[in-house]
């Protein structure tokens, strides 16, 4: 069980637009490979900020043609704002700091993992409270110039690069280790 940031970015660091949008990775189409459902088959809780939760509602939920939640395990949304609701979703409404919720997040994951969903700043305040175990990137071939950070923390000390694995022609899947003493 572990506590996963996974996440896609572009070369130069940002996970959504200067727009909170995702519209620039959806330009690649699905990735070559199955690597986001291995992943998913492992995860047993989620959590993720407002702003992800808002854009997922938004262009997923509440578009001209509706989707279901795209998620089968609970999620815990972090948010200080009131935001809309999705029936039939286990989703949880959460504020406050990620240290007791991540507790309640453990116990219904099982031996699954937490993954952090977005955005880069939540999977910092897991860093901060020495909950982040794994930092997974997959970078994609463009670049945006400004938007919402990969992960807006000094990271100390390093990060241990685990794997490094090329998906499709226009991405590259990397896994680092978060070192366990982060000077707590």
Not at 35 to 53: E, P, V
Not at 102 to 107: A, D, R
Request: no cysteine; hydrophobic share 40%.
């Amino acid at each position: 069980m572990k506590t996963i940031y996974y996440t896609a970015s572009s070369l130069d660091g940002f996970i959504a637009d200067s727009n909170n949008s995702l519209e620039w990775l959806f330009q690649f189409g699905e990735p070559d490979g199955d690597t986001f459902n291995q992943f998913l088959s492992g995860i047993g809780a989620i959590a993720m900020g407002s702003t992800t939760y808002q854009w997922i509602y938004d262009h997923q939920i509440a578009n001209p043609q509706p989707q279901v939640w795209p998620y089968q395990m609970p999620a815990w949304v972090f948010t200080t704002r009131e935001l809309p609701i999705v029936a039939d979703a286990d989703i949880r409404f959460v504020r406050g700091e990620v240290e007791p919720i991540h507790t309640t997040m453990k116990e219904v994951a099982g031996e699954k993992s937490i993954w952090i969903v977005g955005g880069g700043d939540l999977a910092g305040q897991f860093y901060d409270a020495n909950l982040l175990d794994e930092i997974t990137v997959t970078f994609a071939s463009v670049t945006l110039g400004s938007g919402a950070p990969l992960f807006p923390r000094t990271v100390h000390p390093p990060l241990q690069l685990q794997s490094v694995e090329r998906v499709g022609h226009e991405f590259v899947e990397l896994r680092y280790q978060v070192p366990s003493s982060q000077g707590k």
